[in-house]
């Protein structure tokens, strides 16, 4: 246990279905990220909120949309997906804005298959 | 632009020791990351190293070296449960985390 929970694990749509990704970290961090990671391929980040404020990331295609409602919420919500978004989604969580390693420490991720 | 090279998989010997490579070359450097990831599960935190030399934890051991874009992971005394996917990743000037693809390691009895 990492202290960063993501529901629902497993994740099967079509590609005219709407579904949310959802996560949740119980370490106090200020620090919120959504990557994908694809097999034999880098993690890719996505997403940061940082202190609730969001850094842009223009090569995510508009189809993900994300929220963070405070400091221990993240959602990824999904709408018109393409088969090549099938993938892991992995949350993360750290503290910044200290001096330091600012770690970052992940989720389970959520296995999406797209169809 | 920003690269992160490292095996893309490696087999070793249950007791053994293993070293797992990492070149990198990225716009500054503001630490390297070292995390473990089983088949299935999230990346967990092994070490991190900011300054040149050897990070000693246990049965795992990370090395830098800055001038030449360098680290590796040691393991020692493998066990079989030390199967699974070693990241590698680096902080640039940006404070961006820049990732390797991963290296799979296989332990055999």
């Known amino acids: 246990e990492t202290g960063v929970t993501q529901t629902p694990r497993h994740l099967v749509m079509g590609m005219t279905n709407k579904k949310s990704l959802k996560c949740e970290q119980h370490?106090?961090?200020?620090?919120m990220y959504w990557y994908k990671q694809s097999a034999k391929k880098p993690l890719e980040l996505m997403f940061v909120?940082?202190?609730?404020?969001?850094?842009e990331n223009n090569s995510v295609p508009s189809r993900f949309s994300p929220e963070c409602p405070n400091s221990s919420h993240l959602f990824l919500h999904l709408h018109t997906l393409q088969p090549e978004d099938s993938a892991l989604y992995l949350c993360?969580?750290?503290?910044?804005?200290?001096?330091?390693?600012?770690?970052?420490?992940f989720g389970p991720g959520t296995r999406l298959l797209v169809l | 632009g920003q690269n992160i090279d490292q095996p893309t998989e490696m087999t070793a010997t249950e007791g053994a020791i293993v070293q797992i490579n990492c070149t990198y070359q990225t716009s500054g450097f503001n630490g390297l990351f070292w995390y473990q990831q089983h088949a299935g599960e999230a990346p967990t935190f092994l070490s991190y190293?900011?300054l040149d030399g050897l990070e000693e934890k246990g049965r795992f051991s990370s090395f830098l070296s800055r001038s030449k874009g360098y680290s590796y992971l040691l393991l020692k005394e493998l066990q079989m449960k030390d199967s699974a996917s070693y990241l590698c990743?680096?902080?640039?000037?940006?404070?961006?985390?820049?990732w390797g693809a991963g290296t799979k390691l296989i332990i055999k009895p």
């Open positions: 190293n900011v």
């Open positions: 370490l106090g961090h200020n620090a």
């Open positions: 909120y940082s202190l609730e404020e969001r850094v």
């Open positions: 990743a680096v902080r640039d000037s940006n404070y961006q985390l820049i």
């Open positions: 993360a969580s750290s503290q910044s804005g200290t001096s330091g390693e600012e770690t970052q420490y």
